[in-house]
């Protein structure tokens, strides 16, 4: 039995988070949106930053056809079989709005999709998990997640959004 497999309710693919779209920096060509259900999220971000391209990752295959309304690109499968699939250096933004604390390895996730970021890119997280916050922040200190690139000096390349 697949234990990532949990019933939701169809709103919950269907939230906007539109209060994170102020988070996006205006400068963000190219956005991927991890769990994006029905895309809605990328739909906000669009009416504040129209020339954006946004892509998806959304497993839910209802949700993900819906979200192909909303985005430029969507590809429907769980995020460890789509990330091969992405762009190398492509991405200004990547996107996790409440998705982190429901891996089995969020910290492993954050480093395979690393490399689909332009080398100035950001990561931006949003968690209603104190400890999944608590484990990302453990590793941005005791791992080499910010990593050099092409013999430069490291960049901080994950923003946390905390919920208050």
């Given amino acids: 039995m697949n234990r990532d497999i949990v019933l ?3 709103d919950y693919y269907a939230r906007a988070r ?19 259900g029905e895309g809605n999220f990328g739909r906000v971000v669009k009416e504040r930053l129209p020339n954006v391209q ?3 990752i959304e497993k839910n295959s209802g949700a ?15 995020i460890d079989r789509a ?5 190398d250096a492509f991405y200004d933004c990547i996107v996790f709005n409440d998705l982190l604390e429901h891996l089995a390895d969020p910290i492993d996730i954050l480093i395979k999709i690393r490399p689909k970021m332009k080398k100035d890119g950001i990561i931006m997280i949003s968690t209603m998990s104190a400890k999944m916050m608590i484990s990302t922040r453990t590793c941005m200190v005791c791992q080499p997640i910010t990593p050099t690139l092409n013999g430069g000096t490291a960049r901080p390349w994950v923003r946390g959004v905390s919920h208050s």
């Fill in 54 to 56: 946004i892509h998806g």
């Fill in 18 to 36: 539109s209060e994170m779209a102020v988070f996006i920096p205006g400068h963000c060509g190219t956005i991927l949106d991890v769990g994006c």
């Fill in 83 to 87: 990330i091969p699939k992405l762009s």
């Fill in 8 to 10: 939701k309710s169809q």
């Fill in 64 to 78: 993900a056809l819906r979200a192909r309304k909303n985005l430029d690109k969507v590809i429907n499968q769980d």
